[in-house]
């Protein structure tokens, strides 16, 4: 069953802005993780939050988790052109079990 | 080079002709999977396995056949395909060890396999 929902669908901004992209999901989760695709490529793994933490950074990536609202957020500073991807989150829940991916969000970063 | 493979990546066939695509990984990783990604679903899981000789079925596992026989290998079989499998399929690894709340919950996928199905 699909679980993690992304939002916006797209998202367009330029060199230098941020770039702010929201994943909902339903169930309980172990860990929530934000994954990254080039055009038809693979899935590249950007970040893991595990569900007792509430924030994390790696770079220019920072995610936050509530766990209460079951939410997340990733926050990318400074955006490049080469930032330029679909971006997916996905949930990891009891045990596990499956891990269910969003439909993602697409980010476009103009020069 | 840690890195999963997928065989063929790009494959047209006609309707109910059995086909295999390999998945193979050199990262001694427990866990493989198998998704398909279509436009306006995202990925979804087909089949999953937690180590040899055990597999389980994902959200989408109809139509489709997985094997585990060796850690390394883990191919999706479709034995009489339709075109609604027409998609991208991707395999994945990762490590087991630690659990889902270790940090190495981390999947690492192959470059897909664009299928075509007439």
């Known amino acids: 069953s699909q679980q993690g929902e992304e939002d916006p669908q797209a998202l367009s901004i330029q060199e230098g802005e941020n770039a702010t992209m929201n994943c909902s999901y339903k169930?309980?989760?172990?860990?929530l993780q934000w994954y990254r695709q080039n055009s038809g490529r693979g899935l590249v793994h950007l970040i893991l939050?595990?569900?007792?933490?509430r924030e994390k950074h790696s770079g220019r990536l920072r995610v936050t988790l509530d766990t209460s609202k079951k939410s997340s957020s990733l926050l990318i500073t400074a955006s490049r052109a080469a930032d330029t991807a679909s971006y997916f989150c996905?949930?990891?829940?009891?045990?596990?079990?499956?891990?269910?991916f969003g439909k993602g969000t697409m980010l476009l970063v103009s020069p | 080079e840690a890195q999963v493979t997928q065989n063929p990546r790009y494959l047209i066939t006609v309707t109910g002709k059995k086909l295999t695509v390999t998945c193979s990984q050199n990262?001694?990783?427990?866990?493989m999977s198998w998704y398909r990604q279509d436009p306006g679903l995202g990925l979804r899981q087909i089949y999953y396995?937690?180590?040899?000789?055990?597999?389980d079925k994902g959200d989408v596992p109809e139509g489709y056949k997985v094997s585990r026989k060796e850690k390394r290998n883990f191919p999706l079989i479709l034995e009489s395909p339709s075109p609604n499998q027409t998609s991208l399929y991707f395999c994945?690894?990762?490590?087991?060890?630690?659990?889902?709340?270790?940090?190495?919950?981390?999947?690492?996928f192959g470059p897909g396999t664009r299928l075509t199905v007439l």
């Open positions: 996905a949930t990891r829940g009891s045990g596990y079990s499956t891990l269910t």
């Open positions: 169930t309980s989760i172990n860990n």
């Open positions: 939050i595990r569900s007792n933490e």
């Open positions: 990262m001694n990783h427990e866990y």
């Open positions: 396995s937690m180590n040899v000789e055990v597999t």
């Open positions: 994945a690894s990762s490590l087991l060890s630690g659990g889902a709340q270790s940090s190495t919950d981390t999947q690492y």
